[in-house]
């Protein structure tokens, strides 16, 4: 469960949030949309405070914290029940794909090595790259290095796992393989907030999508109908101009 | 032109090696502190901490644009006449303050572009699973940092090795010190230098062979 109430970020001048408020039940999988430079990556990054809000209010399981007045007790705690996904994948390098799924496991929820380790490879066969555990990210291609990203964060067991657009930086060749583990996980309904340009995603899985220009959210409903009855002009232009480039 | 007397240079060998130990025990405390002082310039640097900055940008300054040779007469002539504690510093103590200080102006800035270099979103993916500041140096960029690090790392200490042979200028009898001695009493000026330099450039060729095998063992997780 999660509640995010007027939260606002501003770089200098810029108001990139302007007031985002959003609430998302467990399990939800819900996808938000909208043009470059609206604030969608800013909108995941403050919730795990990877960019500190400047005001708002947020609701992440038992955690209820006032933005401004956070503590760095706050920002881990908030951290700990927020997963990450990057899009360009942000392994750590010097670790195998095992150990990157089980790092956290080990040095934040303090598990035995061992009990992490044997975690860290039920998630790589939840994966499907059992057969890579011990392959440092160099060796891996765009693709098996996104499924591991997701792998990490799968093993966080957050209230929510945020996806950064997880298929922009992919060759085309890698991008279904991605996607595909991210229906998996919507199926076993992991709650999910995901960015991504990709329509067809966002049409078959979400629960929900919104709308984001200009640091607002413009607009939010079932894929349905936001894709099918966009009420706003907004929503409207949007959709024509981005499917404009993409097969129905 | 007369021949070379290798019968010399021969019993020469033993002799020197018994002040090698000397010379390596220099480098190693230089290098040792070196480290540590190095560490912390990078550090304040890399954090920019107000104040301190200022200073290890002065310090680096100075250390870096001043010769070795007149910071080891500094040390060991100079400072003497305006600390008087200082009268008691012996050659030897000079010179492992002169190394460190001098290399680790260096160091700092090669282990600060070590740790700058380490890509920024595996700090963020750190930070975003919950990990503290100090985890994620020790974990992630530290390691990885070192791997950088460690090549301009060794090279330093290669010169260092190399940079104990002026503590004969402070009357240290370490080994250049020996050969000045030996080459004084028999003449043999050409026999002892080339011999003390074959001396060093093994010791040097053993240390690159070593720098070799450690850069293969920290590149294994870069491999394609």
Known sequence: MIKIANLVKRFGDATVLDGIDLDIAQGEIIVVIGPSGTGKSTLLRCLNFLERPDAGHLVIGDLSVDVTRASRADILAARRRTAFVFQNYALFANKTALENIAEGLIVVNRWPKARAHARAREILERIGLADKADAYPASLSGGQQQRVGIGRAMAAQAEVILFDEPTSSLDPEWVEEVLGLMKQLARERQTMLVVTHEMGFARDVADRVVFMEGGRIVEQGPPSQLFNAPRDPRTRDFLRKILAGQPA | ?224
Not at chain 2, 47 to 55: Q, Y
Not at chain 2, 105 to 124: K, L
Not at chain 2, 185 to 213: D, K, N, P
Request: glycine share 6%.
């Open chain 2, 1 to 224: 032109m007369r021949v070379l007397d290798f019968d010399y240079m021969l019993g020469l060998v033993p002799v020197l090696l018994r002040y090698l130990p000397l010379t390596l025990q220099m480098a190693a405390a230089g290098m040792a502190l070196a480290l540590i002082l190095s560490c912390g310039l990078a550090v304040i640097r890399v954090l920019k901490i107000p104040g301190l900055n200022a200073a290890t940008l002065l310090f680096i300054s100075f250390f870096r644009g001043t010769p070795l040779l007149v910071q080891l007469f500094l040390f060991y002539y100079g400072l003497p006449q305006l600390l008087a504690f200082l009268t008691q510093i012996n050659g030897i103590t000079a010179t492992i303050m002169g190394l460190t200080l001098h290399f680790s102006a260096y160091m700092a800035e090669s282990i600060r572009a070590a740790i700058v270099g380490v890509d920024r979103s595996q700090t963020e993916a750190a930070l975003s699973i919950g990990m503290t500041n100090g985890q994620l140096m020790r974990r992630i960029v530290l390691p990885q940092a070192t791997r950088v690090a460690v090549p301009t790392l060794m090279n330093y200490f290669i010169d260092m090795i190399k940079a104990t042979s002026l503590a004969f200028t402070l009357g240290v009898t370490e080994l250049m010190g020996a050969t000045q001695k030996e080459a004084a009493g028999s003449f043999l000026y050409f026999e002892a230098f080339i011999t003390v330099a074959i001396l060093y450039w093994i010791i040097v060729e053993l240390l690159a062979w070593f720098q070799r095998w450690l850069e293969l063992r920290l590149n294994r997780a870069y491999r394609r």
